[in-house]
């Protein structure tokens, strides 16, 4: 079985002013979030999809997607904890003997490509895990205090993550258990966990304008994707 779970647990509180998180604004006419569902609905291998929200908009959300094959269901109050919940639903829905293959994607990244959906399920299938890159294409600084540069790596062993991130059910589990309450608490990309125990994370492909809207600017880069006038595509 394989099964999209839409990270919407976010609140949005860089996104300045908007008492409603990132996820429900406006994009061309309709939420964001729905513009994100909908590419996998549409892709003809992901056979369940599912949106992970904060249970004080599960209402608003089922609204929102009250046309769609979509579930709406509880996220967690930690990206690990909506993971879980993910997780645990792929599992009690769909048989937890069973190996499925699990694509996580932000809701808030509605430029997800049939492509990058399809490579992410072959990847995920042979490797069992992968995450959604693109080069680097400025320098990367690093700083450990936060004041003095501690090193400046290669540019081009550097990849910026997106999403979608995807795993074969049974290892994310059996890696997820094994995390200290101190990892698990810290770790907030599910691709680490598999990184930090020697498990094998292959790289797919992604694409520049794969953009997480996460700031105003940012949606209003979304709204020059669609076409749109920034001024007209909807009020923050």
């Not at 059910?169 to 020697?198: H, P, Q, Y």
Request: proline share 5%.
């Amino acid at each position: 079985m394989i099964i999209a779970a839409i990270m919407a647990g976010g609140i949005g509180s860089r996104m300045g002013s908007s008492a409603m998180p990132k996820q429900y604004l406006p994009l061309g006419g309709k939420p964001i979030l729905l513009h994100t569902v909908e590419k996998f609905l549409v892709h003809p291998q992901v056979e369940h999809v599912a949106v992970l929200t904060p249970r004080s908009w599960i209402s608003h959300t089922k609204d929102i997607l009250k046309n769609s094959a979509a579930q709406v269901i509880e996220g967690g109050e930690t990206r690990n904890d909506t993971l879980w919940n993910a997780l645990r639903y792929t599992e009690e829905a769909f048989g937890g003997e069973d190996d499925h293959i699990l694509i996580t994607h932000d809701a808030v990244r509605p430029f997800v490509t049939h492509r990058i959906i399809s490579e992410n399920i072959e990847s995920a299938q042979k490797y069992g895990a992968c995450d959604t890159v693109i080069p680097a294409t400025d320098t990367i600084v690093e700083s450990r205090a936060g004041t003095l540069i501690s090193g400046i790596p290669e540019r081009k062993t550097m990849f910026q993550g997106q999403t979608p991130q995807s795993f074969r059910t049974r290892k994310l589990r059996a890696l997820m258990e094994r995390l200290s309450e101190e990892e698990s608490a810290i770790l907030t990309d599910a691709c680490k966990i598999f990184v930090m125990r020697g498990e094998p994370v292959a790289m797919v492909t992604g694409e520049t304008h794969n953009i997480k809207i996460t700031y105003p600017y940012d949606l209003k880069v979304a709204q020059a994707l669609l076409g749109l006038d920034p001024a007209e595509g909807g009020a923050l």
